[in-house]
C-alpha cells in the first residue's frame, strides 16, 4: 500500500511515494514564505504525476513540519512562515477523504529510526545533531507530543556545565548550546590547546572529528568534552522515561562508530547505577529520509 511522505524544512519540501517503509519516487520543492501549503499541495501533484500514480493509489499522507506540533495542530513556527495556521485542515480541503497525519519533524523522524530497528521498542530517545539538537521521545510506544508539542525537546534541558553559553530560546547552557554543530565549534573556541593542533578557529565539526579520529590531542580534547555533556544528558533520561534505546542521527552523527564509542565512554564513566548500564546507543540509518518514513509509519498505525 502506497503512502505519501511529506518533510516541510526551512528551505526544500522533500515529498516521497512510501511503500513498506522503502521510498520509491521523490520530488523536491523549494519552501517559499506565505505559500507553503500551497506549495506543499502543488508538490504531491506534482510527484504523483511523476510516478504515474493518482490520488486514489494513495492510502495517506504523513507530514512534518519544523516546529512544535500536537494532536495535528500547530501553534507558530519558528523558522518558516506559513499562510496559514490550520495546516492540517488546509490539507483535508485538498485531499478530502485521505487519512492525514502531522507530526513534529524530530518526532516523525524518532517513529520512522524506530521503525527500522530489529524488534519493536517500547521507550527510546532519538537525538538530531545538527544545527541545532533536536530530539524525540517514544514513551510506551506513543511519541511524546506535551500538552502544546514541546514535549520532548531535550535540545532545551539545563546542563550542569562550565560554559554559560546563550541558546536562541533566551535561556542559558540549553544542551543544544554545548552539543550541537555550533556548540562543538564554540567548545573548540572556548578550550585551550596544550600543545601542537591542526584545529583552529575556522574549523568545523567535520574536521574536528576528523582530527580526533587522527589522534591530534586537542581536538580529542574538545570530542571528549562534548561527549561528556552528551553522556550527561543521556543520564537524565534514565529518571524522565528510561529509554531502553538511543539513537543519535543528523550530520554531525556522521562521524560514526568513533562518535558512538565516545558517547558509549563518557556515559560509562558517568553510571552510578547499575540500572543506568541497561541503555544501548545506536546510530542512526536513515539519513534525511527519517521525517517521511516515520510520518508515514504514524499515519499507516493510525489507520491500521
Ligand atoms: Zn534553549
Redesign the pocket.
Known amino acids: 500500500m502506497k503512502y505519501i511522505g511529506v518533510d516541510i524544512g526551512g528551505t526544500t519540501i522533500k515529498l516521497g511515494v512510501i511503500e513498506d517503509a522503502t521510498i520509491l519516487f521523490v520530488h523536491n520543492v523549494p519552501t517559499i514564505k506565505k505559500q507553503v501549503i500551497k506549495g506543499t499541495i502543488a508538490g504531491i501533484h506534482e510527484l504523483l504525476q511523476h510516478a504515474g500514480l493518482s490520488l486514489s493509489d494513495i492510502q495517506g499522507i504523513g507530514l512534518t513540519l519544523p516546529g512544535p506540533v500536537f494532536d495535528n495542530q500547530v501553534s507558530y513556527l519558528p523558522n518558516i512562515e506559513l499562510e496559514r495556521l490550520d495546516v492540517y485542515q488546509a490539507f483535508q480541503e485538498a485531499f478530502a477523504g485521505k487519512p492525514i497525519v502531522m507530526l513534529n519533524d524530530a518526532n516523525a523522524a524518532t517513529i520512522g529510526e524506530i521503525s527500522k530497528l530489529s524488534m519493536p521498542v517500547k521507550d527510546a530517545v532519538m537525538f538530531t545533531i545538527g544545527t541545532g539538537l533536536g530530539s524525540g521521545i517514544v514513551a510506551n510506544y506513543q511519541v511524546v507530543e506535551g500538552a502544546n508539542g514541546q514535549g520532548g525537546e531535550l ?2 534541558v539545563t546542563l550542569h556545565s562550565p560554559y554559560n553559553f546563550k ?5 542559558r547552557d ?1 544542551a ?2 554545548v552539543l550541537s554543530a555550533k556548540g562543538i565549534r564554540r567548545l573548540a573556541t572556548v578550550l585551550k590547546p596544550s600543545g601542537a593542533t591542526k584545529i583552529t578557529k575556522s574549523s568545523n565539526v567535520k574536521q574536528i572529528f576528523n582530527q580526533a579520529k587522527l589522534g591530534d590531542a586537542f581536538a580529542l580534547d574538545v570530542v571528549n568534552e562534548w561527549a561528556k555533556y552528551m553522556a550527561q544528558l543521556v543520564l537524565q533520561l534514565n529518571v524522565i522515561t528510561n529509554p531502553s534505546v538511543v539513537i543519535f542521527g543528523g550530520g554531525v552523527a556522521n562521524a560514526g562508530e568513533f562518535l558512538l564509542a565516545k558517547i558509549q565512554e563518557a556515559y560509562d564513566n558517568a553510571v552510578v547505577l547499575p540500572s543506568d548500564k541497561r541503555l544501548t546507543m545506536r546510530l542512526a540509518t536513515l539519513g534525511n529520509d527519517a521525517g517521511m518514513i516515520g510520518a508515514v509509519h504514524a499515519c499507516m498505525q493510525e489507520n491500521l
Open positions: 535540545g532545551h541558546c536562541g530560546c533566551g535561556k540549553c543544544e548550546t
